[in-house]
């Protein structure tokens, strides 16, 4: 879609200052026909300074079509809307002859195939599924290298274990040992579609907590609670760092803890790498994942799939940088958004872990 010029955005905004004359108005349309939020896009400002916010984010964006479409929508009768669509809007929206390409979506990028798919090839061998034999199941989850012998996954994944080693129970009366816990790397669909690799098997370092537990953050109680934009305390990260009896990422090389994470934005891909329902190494790909990140940004919300299985799974953009950790499904089982842990948030918990670059990594 072509950017606005200055005088159509300045007729758009007249349009919908003459259509919305109150800020609460213009909110719900927002809201319940963009869903989206205005408070989020401008200030506490004027409801004119609102009004050019809410263009000026649509322009930049890509959504302009759409936020005409929803005005005229909501607002059918209105003739200085019907105006703009049909002398104003409708010119710029035609194609001419010379070009009838458009970018629709500006915020998808174009990429070079081949560096796009190593990246892809050298992340996968990285991510692991878990598997605890409790007394009565199997929990299953994913993790992934961060170092030569480090997985980050949730914590809820590995409570059991972590409780276990102190001769504590779970909730649901789970208590299991480290040898009770295995790591399945190259457990993936072989190319030919129908043959399922095996996979490599790892232990936990030893039976210690302290040798093997390196840095954990539980959940919050929040994050079984239907309560959209809750705030969790800054500790309440759902991660646990572990150390594994071997060093898999000697050979394998390990997916970075990015020192400037990317930043996340409504709209922005989120693609995940998992193991849902314990399958083998799945692809989750959203190029307009991103709903919204909470205020103090310690969790993120998205439209990306995962099923059962995924807990632990690492999340990307789509430059394949590291930008969440992936934690749980909508509490409220709406299913409406799934939600991770922003990898910022993370990073910024370790504090100088001592996790090595990785030489190769993306």
């Not at 809410?54 to 009768?77: M, N």
């Not at 996968?124 to 030569?148: E, M």
């Amino acid at each position: 879609m072509m950017a606005l010029t200055g005088s159509l955005a300045e007729q758009l905004s007249e349009a919908l200052g003459d259509a919305y004359r109150r800020r609460p108005e213009l909110r719900r349309m927002v809201r319940y026909k963009l869903d989206r939020n205005l408070d989020a896009i401008s200030g506490a400002g004027g409801l004119e300074d609102t009004i050019f916010d809410l263009v000026d984010r649509a322009d930049a964006e890509g959504w302009v079509d759409r936020l005409v479409a929803a005005a005229l929508e909501d607002k059918a009768g209105n003739s200085k809307l019907h105006e703009f669509y049909e002398k104003g809007w409708l010119a710029l929206a035609a194609p001419s002859r010379e070009s009838l390409e458009s970018l629709i979506k500006p915020k998808n990028k174009f990429f070079d195939f081949e560096p796009w798919v190593q990246h892809l090839i050298e992340i996968g061998p990285r991510v692991c599924r878990i598997a605890i034999d409790a007394s009565q199941h199997t929990v299953y989850g994913t993790g992934f290298l961060v170092g030569p012998d480090l997985v980050l996954t949730n914590y809820h994944v590995v409570e059991s274990v972590i409780l276990g080693e102190q001769g504590r129970t779970t909730a649901r009366g789970e208590c299991v040992t480290t040898g009770d816990v295995q790591f399945l790397f190259d457990y993936k669909t072989l190319p030919d579609g129908s043959t399922v690799n095996p996979g490599v098997r790892y232990l936990l370092n030893g039976s210690t907590l302290t040798n093997w537990l390196v840095h954990a953050s539980p959940p919050s109680p929040l994050d079984d609670k239907p309560r959209p934009g809750a705030v969790p305390e800054p500790d309440q990260l759902d991660f646990a760092l572990l150390r594994l009896a071997d060093s898999p990422g000697d050979m394998r090389g390990w997916i970075d803890l990015p020192c400037e994470p990317p930043e996340l934005t409504p709209g922005m891909a989120w693609f995940i790498l998992q193991h849902p329902r314990s399958k083998p190494l799945k692809l989750a790909i959203d190029t307009d994942g991103v709903i919204a990140v909470n205020a103090n940004g310690t969790r993120v919300t998205y439209t990306t799939n995962t099923e059962g299985g995924s807990s632990g799974s690492p999340c990307f953009n789509s430059d394949w940088i590291l930008a969440g950790l992936h934690h749980r499904g909508d509490p409220d089982f709406g299913h409406t958004s799934n939600e991770g842990i922003p990898i910022a948030a993370i990073v910024s918990a370790f504090g100088k872990p001592g996790i090595p670059k990785n030489r190769d990594s993306v």
